[in-house]
Nanobody, 124 residues
Framework: QVQLVESGGGLVQAGGSLRLSCTAS????????VGWFRQAPGKEREFVAA????????SYADSVKGRLTIARDNARATVYLQMSSLKPEDTAAYYC?????????????????WGQGTQVTVFS
């Protein structure tokens, strides 16, 4: 079992920045690919970014490329999502997830463990 806890969400003005954290406990976190997803009210959960456990391979949704950066610190069992140049359309609940995979994954169903989410609200 892997337990995931997200933090760092909040209210931010358009153009601002936030850093989300996903901290894990349980099994060897370093062997899991970790992804970030988001879900806005009335919409499906969508892929944001993911990073593999080996080699630091990453993947981003086109809508966030150049604005969001995913990074991991296996020693701290934490994955970060640095968010900059935020837009109102980035408003959503953000979830991190973990999967026993060596490559970044983009499909929610491919992940085994999920956190409870953290809310990000961007106002103009």
């Amino acid at each position: 079992q892997v337990q995931l806890v997200e933090s760092g969400g909040g209210l931010v003005q358009a153009g601002g920045s936030l850093r989300l954290s996903c901290t894990a406990s349980g099994r060897t976190f370093g062997r899991y690919t970790v992804g970030w997803f988001r879900q806005a009210p009335g919409k499906e959960r969508e892929f944001v970014a993911a990073i593999s456990w080996i080699g630091g391979r990453d993947s981003y949704a086109d809508s966030v490329k150049g604005r969001l950066t995913i990074a991991r610190d296996n020693a701290r069992a934490t994955v970060y999502l640095q968010m900059s140049s935020l837009k109102p359309e980035d408003t959503a609940a953000y979830y991190c997830a973990a999967a026993a995979s060596v490559v970044p994954l983009r499909i929610p169903g491919e992940y085994d463990y999920w956190g409870q989410g953290t809310q990000v609200t961007v106002f103009s």
